[in-house]
């Protein structure tokens, strides 16, 4: 029952049209308008091994997701690996940067990373909401209320850098895309 906007669909709209794989990074609390946005689009989805991730594997497989394993506590490197197969294969990604255990709203390198050694573009996804629970989680889980209007916010950007290294040292300069499509998703 949600009415849903966009704000700056046109940079997915290009780059798939472009046949260029993208790399989407939102914030771990922002994670349920992004699956619904992109319900059935065969995105490959970055889950933790954790037993918490079970319970959203499940419900990204129903929702048409794929499904890459693993995070920076548990699993990392088979993870890296499984984004950068899933993006040279022309498939989508999904990240949260700040997942799963945060904290919340800081931008940690594995997109960034996975990103560099694929030669895909991020593109930061943010939604807001007019009426919406927050759990009392590390990430204030966002849950937008019935018929509540729902924005969700892009941007882009390239990683730049010829090494991995190179890639992790942006993490601040995509910690601010991450907050200015923050409050673009905020204003809409």
């Known amino acids: 029952t949600w009415r849903m906007r966009t704000s700056g669909g046109e ?6 049209a472009a046949k260029q794989p993208i790399v989407f990074a939102l914030w771990h609390g922002h994670m349920l308008p992004g699956l619904w946005q992109h319900r059935g689009e065969g995105v490959a989805v970055l889950i933790s091994e954790h037993r918490d991730g079970e319970i959203i594997a499940g419900i990204a497989s129903g929702l048409g997701f794929r499904t890459v394993r693993g995070s920076t506590y548990r699993g990392a ?11 040279r294969a022309g498939h989508d990604v999904a990240v949260t940067p700040d997942g799963p255990r945060g904290p919340a709203g800081h931008f940690a390198p594995g997109a960034l990373v996975a990103a560099q050694r ?37 941007g882009t950007a390239r990683v730049q850098g010829e090494t991995a290294r190179d890639a992790a040292a942006e ?18």
Do not use: N
């Open 11 to 16: 940079i997915v709209t290009g780059l798939r």
């Open 77 to 87: 490197d088979r993870a890296l690996v499984g984004l950068v197969r899933e993006l």
């Open 118 to 154: 694929a030669s895909a573009p991020i593109v930061s996804v943010a939604a807001a909401a007019t009426r919406a629970w927050h759990l009392r989680s590390w990430d204030g889980f966002m849950i937008p209320k019935p018929f509540a209007r729902v924005t969700v916010a892009y």
């Open 171 to 188: 993490a601040p300069r995509f910690q601010e895309l991450m907050d200015l499509t923050t409050k673009r998703a905020a204003r809409s």
